[in-house]
């Protein structure tokens, strides 16, 4: 199974702040990764598709990018509203996989 | 707009067989090119995909659980359904079913806690 480990595992910012959240592969996945957002008690919902496309009616200040192992997750201006847990998800090989989740709090 | 819905006991005795089933409405299972699938998120914990299956019956199941599992797909109720045998506490978690497009789940049910507890 293709590992995916996310840094940090959880994190504290102000609102406003430029947050980043890192995903790495175990192997090349290309660019077949996807980001979710997970709020207390609720489903995961798709905000990033293949790596860099924004999901429809999600914000513009979420943001990813990368290829290969290595990729980011931005959220550029932290909202109220993003306290979450993210998640990144790997398709390129099957079982497909999750990384263990970020956890991000407001300080 | 899709969604999705688990049903389903919500306490197992162990050893016993976890069943649930995902209601699908606003759109047909039948459609094509969507696989369903099951996913689930052990309490505190992260993301574990069970599998999946296409509307015309074929299957993945995820190694690590492969010999316990079955989904299947009922095209006239518009449901599909997992079968999760000889659990134990180590299956307690809350159980998501999720429609996926090429590697993307974009629509999630609201998940199901099931308890395997005697």
């Known amino acids: 199974d293709i590992q995916m480990t996310q840094s940090p595992s959880s994190l504290s910012a102000s609102v406003g702040d430029r947050v980043t959240i890192t995903c790495q592969a175990s192997?090349?996945?290309?660019?077949?990764l996807n980001w979710y957002q997970q709020k207390p008690g609720k489903a995961p919902k798709l905000l990033i598709y293949?790596?860099?496309n924004l999901e429809t009616g999600v914000p513009s200040r979420f943001s990813g990018s990368g290829s290969g192992t290595d990729f980011t997750f931005t959220i550029s201006s932290l909202q109220p509203e993003d306290i979450a847990t993210y998640y990144c998800?790997?398709?390129?090989?099957?079982?497909?996989?999750f990384g263990q989740g970020t956890k991000l709090e407001i300080k | 707009q899709v969604q999705l819905q688990e049903s389903g006991p919500g306490l197992v005795k162990p050893s016993q067989t976890l069943s649930l089933t995902c209601t699908v409405s606003?759109?047909?299972?039948?459609?094509?090119?969507?696989?369903w699938s099951w996913i689930r998120q052990h309490p505190g914990k992260g993301l574990e995909w069970i599998g999946y299956?296409?509307?015309?019956?074929?299957?993945y199941y995820n190694p690590s659980l492969k010999s316990r599992v079955t989904i299947s797909v009922d095209t006239s109720k518009n449901q599909f359904s997992l079968k999760l045998s000889s659990v134990t506490a180590a299956d307690t978690a809350v159980y998501y079913c999720?429609?996926?497009?090429?590697?993307?789940?974009?629509?999630w049910g609201q998940g199901t806690l099931v308890t395997v507890s005697s």
């Open positions: 999720a429609r996926g497009l090429d590697g993307v789940l974009d629509y």
């Open positions: 606003g759109g047909s299972i039948s459609s094509g090119g969507y696989y």
């Open positions: 299956i296409y509307y015309s019956g074929s299957t």
């Open positions: 192997q090349d996945i290309s660019n077949y």
């Open positions: 293949d790596a860099s």
């Open positions: 998800q790997q398709y390129d090989n099957l079982p497909h996989t």
